[in-house]
């Protein structure tokens, strides 16, 4: 199993000792990228990859071989530590830089592993944003694990190696969970977006050239019945709404 680490904190304490933690529970290769020594410019807000294409981003050969390497990996593990309430700036500049995947999703057979660290506050929140971001990219089961770091005990957590554990046989088996509602949603809201009477181009050309247009889900992943017609609804729904 390939593994990519991506740490969202600055620096290799809090945050980076749980992921050496949970994977010390993991069997594979290991990849990582430090966001900090990535320099990634801020997102100077052009809008290019989401009107015109990923590839007019003025700083796509960064980001590019980063979204290449989670495209490779069989799991990704991706920490943050709580800054004011939210994940760092780090993660949420990368965060910015490929929000394109929100419009464009991909990635249906990977699953996460969301490592989040603080002080005293905001863990629940802050890996609830990262586990959200990855479902709107298309992800297809994600794994969190949020504690209060500083204490002596704090690494000894059982969440962190039973979760990690789970999330390795979960990797490891191939299986595809079911999406929840909430994802085949979020899929149909796109993908009618794409299909609407005045779509962004660029959205509509990888929604048409992937097929993904004429897939009530990634073929991916299987529906059962009731979600199939969950997401036909969905799809007319916003069809008419988007018109
Ligand atoms: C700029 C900054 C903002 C922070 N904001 C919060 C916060 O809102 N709530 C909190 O409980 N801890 C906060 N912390 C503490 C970190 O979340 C906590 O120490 C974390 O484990 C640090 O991870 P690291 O060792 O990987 O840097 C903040 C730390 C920094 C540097």
Not at 9 to 19: L, Q
Not at 202 to 221: C, M, Q, R
Request: net charge positive.
């Amino acid at each position: 199993m390939k593994y990519l680490i991506i740490n969202g904190s600055p620096r290799k304490k809090h945050t980076w000792e749980m992921a050496k933690q949970a994977q010390s529970n993991l069997d594979g290769e290991f990849e990582e990228i430090q966001l900090m020594k990535e320099k990634i410019p801020l997102c100077n807000g052009c809008t290019n990859c989401i009107m015109e294409s990923e590839t007019e981003c003025p700083h796509f050969d960064i980001i590019n071989p980063i979204v290449e390497k989670i495209n490779d990996c069989d799991g990704l593990i991706i920490t943050s530590p709580v800054y004011a309430l939210n994940v760092s700036g780090l993660l949420k500049n990368f965060i910015d830089h490929t929000a394109y995947l929100y419009h464009r999703p991909r990635f249906f057979d990977k699953k996460a592993l969301v490592l989040v660290s603080t002080a005293g506050a905001g863990e629940k929140k802050v890996a609830n944003y990262i586990d959200e971001t990855l479902r709107h990219w298309g992800f297809n089961k994600t794994y969190k694990i949020a504690i209060k770091c500083g204490g002596k005990d704090a690494l000894e957590t059982k969440d962190i190696n039973e979760i990690s554990r789970k999330f390795n046989e979960d990797v490891k088996s191939e299986k595809m969970h079911s999406p929840k509602f909430i994802n085949i949603l979020y899929y149909n809201v796109w993908r009618a977006m794409a299909s609407s009477s005045d779509p962004i181009e660029a959205d509509k050309k990888y929604w048409e050239t992937s097929g993904l247009i004429n897939h009530e889900f990634s073929p991916d992943v299987k529906l059962n019945p009731v979600k199939k017609a969950f997401a036909k609804v969905m799809y007319s729904i916003m069809k008419k709404v988007m018109k």
